[in-house]
């Protein structure tokens, strides 16, 4: 009985290993993520990364403005929101291009620029 429970469980592991396809190419696009809805290349990413860094200076023209007007606090809010947006895009593209395939190191890389 033990025995056969045995073989039974090994069967169940293997079978559910090769269940999974590692070689992307081979997965049906339509199981797969249309990260380009995000942004189109991952030349378009780095692209938006480096201009998203030149637009966080903005933040500093807030600085003691605030309570200036309701323009002002406007202003803030929505650069901060729109700043924040981008981040957000810039990550998710980052995190699932990482989770696609974890054994590329390019992808680990952008996931990791992002964390920090």
Do not use: C
């Not at 199981?31 to 995000?38: A, C, E, G, N, V």
Request: glycine share 2%; charged share 25%.
């Amino acid at each position: 009985m033990k025995r056969a429970l045995t073989f039974a469980v090994a069967l169940a592991l293997a079978l559910s290993a090769t269940g999974q396809e590692r070689d992307r190419t081979k997965i049906q696009d339509k199981y797969k993520w249309d990260l380009s809805q995000i942004y189109p290349t991952d030349d378009a990413w780095r692209a938006a990364k480096e201009d998203f860094a030149k637009q966080l200076p903005r933040l500093t023209q807030y600085k003691g403005h605030l309570g200036d007007s309701s323009a002002s606090l406007l202003a803030a809010a929505t650069t901060f929101t729109d700043l924040n947006k981008t981040l957000s895009r810039l990550y998710v593209y980052a995190a699932m291009k990482s989770d696609q395939d974890t054994r590329v190191a390019t992808y680990q890389a952008m996931k990791q620029e992002m964390d920090q």
